[in-house]
């Protein structure tokens, strides 16, 4: 059967964490355009897009059962789990706070999201599409890296499982893993380079985007758009899987 519809979310309630970073704040922007119903949630106090805010600091536990209510009362049918934080060490200087913060956020908090909104999918009994953020980091450990690339490591993990738990539900779990993409995210990233690597500001910036198969960094907008795709039912023989959005960076 031919099926070359349009992409249309149109009836389709979508959860985004982590939606004032760049990346999901283009998912936001990207989901409400193709017609969904767009909730959104970071621990902005502000947010400034096509989509009901809610604030919630993700490592708080008060506020992680909150958001776990305020799912419930949404029902989404799509979840972009996207919050995470990013911070470097090698294993003879990353410490155990280090290690807490990181796990904190881009692990138990992930897990937490994805979990509520697995068991809203199941009680309402509707087909859903998660999408877990996960990273080209949790492909191979780095030496500068270590704690993050452990934390995408369990994303693209807890993605399998919980792909082959909700398959009979009709939930479909899939991660996207980005290469180098030019959001808030990279200054941070780039300023902790120069202070280990002992570089110029923009200077790592700039050669992670040069060495890019595709020679250059990615937008928030590659990523989203590869979002709508496992959104929406184009990709509705999918679940299980890691996609790479990251200019050839990591060949799989
Ligand atoms: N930018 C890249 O190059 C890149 C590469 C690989 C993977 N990723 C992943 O993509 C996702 C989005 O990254 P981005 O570059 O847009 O990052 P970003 O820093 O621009 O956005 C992340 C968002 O998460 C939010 N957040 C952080 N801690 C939180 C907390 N405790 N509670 C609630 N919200 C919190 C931040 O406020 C921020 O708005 C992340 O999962 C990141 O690990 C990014």
């Known amino acids: 059967m031919l099926n070359a519809a349009p992409t249309d979310l149109t009836g389709k309630t979508c959860l985004v964490t982590g939606a004032f970073g760049g990346i999901g704040a283009s998912a936001v922007e990207h989901f409400a355009a193709l017609g969904a119903d767009v909730y959104a949630t970071d621990i902005a106090d502000n947010f400034d897009g096509p989509a009901e805010y809610r604030r919630f600091d993700l490592m708080d536990d008060t506020a992680l ?25 090698t294993v003879l200087d990353a410490d155990l706070a280090s290690f807490d913060r990181l796990f904190t956020v881009n692990v138990r908090s992930f897990y937490a999201v994805m979990q509520a909104c697995a068991q809203s999918m199941v009680a309402e009994a509707k087909p859903g599409s998660i999408i877990n953020l996960a990273s080209q980091a949790g ?85 989203a758009r590869v979002a709508v795709f496992l959104a929406s039912d184009q990709s509705a023989y ?15």
């Open 139 to 223: 492909h191979r450990g780095e030496a500068l890296v270590a704690h993050y690339c452990a934390t995408k490591a369990a994303v693209i993990s807890y993605t399998q499982s919980a792909a082959l738990a909700l398959a009979d539900h009709k939930i479909r779990v899939n991660a996207i893993s980005p290469g180098v993409i030019d959001t808030p995210m990279w200054e941070h990233v780039d300023a902790q380079f120069a202070k280990f690597e002992g570089k110029e500001i923009g200077q790592k910036k700039r050669e992670v985007g040069e060495a890019v198969p595709l020679g250059h960094m990615g937008s928030p907008s590659d990523v």
């Open 238 to 252: 999918m679940t299980a899987q890691t996609i790479c959005v990251d200019g050839g960076n990591v060949l799989r």
């Open 65 to 89: 059962t909150e958001c776990g209510t305020w799912i419930a009362d949404i029902k989404p049918d799509v979840l972009f789990n996207n919050a995470a934080i990013f911070d470097m060490g």
